[in-house]
């Protein structure tokens, strides 16, 4: 009985290793019903235990929304807040199985604000199943998410028409919703669309059969998720594998650990590192702690290479005679994430599978209509909004398209300051043409100019309100330095708004290319061996720290110019506050745009209650 009992487990495991498994999301609008269709399924499909309906009873007396009846939707809403407020806020994920197939589904939620979960979501599924409310129709934010999974290389949608029991199961109601949202994904690239009219409340159409809609012939919902074909129908690609670590336990052991990203790898095969470009052949490849002769796309391996060769996290492994590209500008598409506007110019850290590198977004080149598709040109992105940009970062990276590869050709922008990610992008192509500059050597460099002058070359960075006195400051300074024999210049801002910078305003987007450029030419002048002084308001603190990270550690002194807003009404003479308080002036600092004050100024000068001579001696003890 025991032999018996073990045969039919070891017969079970077997049969559901050799399952394939679906991976899909819900997405929509908010309250057209996800939460219970997943719930539905779930509980029809018998996939919840005992302990499960019971917390599921309690629940729903506490927090139900169905009277007597059991609050599906609870299955999958396990949040404290999602349960008080009735809605979805995070990405649930439930694991379950039919005789088909296993099944790994993501709830996501339907309001706006949580649009970054519901792309979270759709990252690594292959089909979405997109309700909508037959009472509703379609909604911005149902074309907001149909136009988010089409970015996320989605090719199966389900069209799950919910709710039809609000409208009496009418058939012409259904009609009307599926042609509406044929017309709107028209030209999205789906591979297939599968309308299906659904009472996710009432079961109908979820396992099986409605009995209320007898003009609907088509598949259930779990009948047609059991039957639908998501493979990839492409040809085998070459092997690709970003390291995730160096795996150096002895001095007789060094191997390098990952995910196989696609492709297969055999011992004895010959690999490429990029982006160093260096070959080798694999020695050996571990699965766990067990030596194995080949791996193939999903594996977790560890292998060893015959030859000793410098390879890092981040770096990618692939197949030596199919490479895949390497480049550091891009044009890609870009989900943006964050309540805070993103602004070319400004930096990020981008990270692209194990790698990670500053990067900086070059251009918009346009942002999509959410509802109609249009091409608009913008200046900046808020949130939730998708467009088409270029991109470039500090260090070449191993890629290849989005469309090819959803590892080597997705990436996240991460926020330097705070470490909040902030936007999704997905490669599209590299830009060939950065291919074809490159750094000229220079034969005298920027210590011999240097030593002409007989000084260290530094930038003196004044960052403060209007009128707070950079410019007096920087001016004395200047002097002082002058009269020792010191080679300096002072980049001013409204010196530098009539020339270099006479075509950009003072909009977020137009601030953060005005330090972008006056920190690119301050550079240059520490290279000519100069003492450069800037004066400009710089309000946000990640420009200042982009700026800081073009120059040599030592190089970049941050003097904060410190004067109470009050006092520095008092002192303005061109009556800018004045204007700007009456609303004749947008976007000035400290008025209707925000200064974020240095949180660790080298130099903090406190203008109130130190006279200018003093200032300026604190300002020499920042000489190198």
Excluded at 220 to 228: N, P, R, T
Excluded at 372 to 382: C, E, I, P
Aim: net charge negative.
């Amino acid at each position: 009985m025991n032999s018996l009992n073990a045969q039919e487990v070891a017969t079970y495991l077997d049969s559901q290793r050799n399952k394939d498994t679906l991976r899909f999301i819900t997405c929509g609008s908010v309250d057209d019903g996800k939460s219970t269709l997943i719930g539905r399924l779930l509980f029809e499909s018998k996939n919840i235990f005992d302990d499960q309906l019971q917390a599921l009873e309690n629940d729903s007396r506490q927090y139900g929304t169905q009277g007597e009846k059991m609050d599906l939707a609870l299955l999958v809403d396990g949040l404290q807040a999602e349960r008080e407020q009735g809605i979805t806020i995070d990405v649930a994920y439930r694991f379950f199985a039919t005789d088909k197939r296993r099944y790994i589904v993501a709830d996501t939620p339907g309001h706006e604000q949580y649009t970054r979960n519901m792309a979270t979501g759709a990252s690594t599924a292959d089909l979405a199943v997109i309700l909508i409310d037959a009472r509703k129709g379609i909604l911005t934010q149902t074309r907001r998410h149909s136009r988010i999974a089409n970015l996320m290389g989605i090719k199966h949608i389900v069209l799950a028409v919910n709710k039809m029991d609000l409208v009496d199961y009418d058939e012409s109601t259904f009609n009307t919703v599926v042609k509406a949202y044929s017309e709107f994904t028209e030209g999205f690239g789906f591979l297939s669309i599968k309308a299906i009219p659904v009472s996710g409340l009432e079961g109908d159409n979820v396992l099986s059969a409605s009995q209320h809609m007898s003009w609907y012939t088509g598949p259930s919902l779990m009948d047609y998720l059991d039957s639908v074909d998501v493979s990839d129908k492409q040809a085998q690609r070459a092997f690709r594998m970003p390291v995730q670590s160096v795996n150096r336990p002895n001095l007789d052991f060094r191997g390098f650990c990952g995910r196989i990203a696609e492709g297969t790898l055999s011992v004895g095969d010959e690999i490429r590192v990029l982006p160093s470009g260096v070959k080798s052949h694999v020695k050996a490849i571990y699965s766990g702690f067990n030596t194995v002769e080949s791996a193939q796309k999903g594996d977790s391996i560890t292998l060893t290479l015959e030859d000793e060769i410098s390879i890092s996290r981040g770096d990618v492994l692939s197949a030596a005679d199919a490479p895949p590209e390497v480049a550091d500008q891009f044009e890609a598409r870009l989900l943006w994430m964050s309540q805070h506007a993103m602004a070319p110019g400004r930096q990020y850290l981008l990270k692209l599978a194990c790698k990670e590198v500053t990067a900086t977004v070059t251009d918009i080149k346009f942002r999509d209509d959410v509802n109609t598709g249009a091409h608009l040109a913008v200046k900046t992105l808020s949130l939730n909004e998708i467009a088409t940009i270029n991109i470039s970062t500090a260090a070449p990276l191993a890629f290849e398209p989005y469309a090819l590869n959803r590892t080597l050709g997705s990436f996240i922008l991460i926020d330097k300051l705070t470490f909040e990610t902030v936007g999704a992008g997905m490669i599209e192509f590299s830009l060939r043409r950065a291919k074809n500059i490159h750094w000229q050597a220079l034969d005298i460099n920027k210590e011999a100019r240097a030593l002409t002058k007989h000084q260290t070359p530094q930038c003196f960075w004044f960052t403060g309100l209007s009128g707070s006195g950079k410019s007096t400051l920087a001016s004395l300074f200047e002097k002082r330095l002058h009269a020792e024999g010191k080679h300096t210049y002072v980049l001013d801002g409204d010196n530098v708004r009539h020339g270099l910078n006479r075509d950009l305003g003072f909009t977020e987007a137009d601030r953060v290319e005005n330090i972008r450029r006056v920190a690119e030419v301050a550079k240059l002048m520490t290279e000519a061996g100069l003492i450069v002084l800037v004066s400009f308001i710089s309000p946000f603190r990640s420009e200042r720290r982009m700026a800081r990270d073009l120059f040599a550690k030592g190089e970049f002194i941050e003097v904060f110019v410190d004067t109470p807003i009050d006092t520095c009404e008092q002192r303005d003479v061109k009556g800018l506050y004045a204007k700007a308080r009456r609303g004749e002036l947008k976007n000035f600092t400290g008025i209707d745009s925000p200064y974020e004050a240095p949180e660790a100024p080298e130099i903090h000068l406190k203008t109130v209650s130190t006279s200018p001579d003093q200032s300026i001696e604190q300002l020499l003890s920042g000489l190198i």
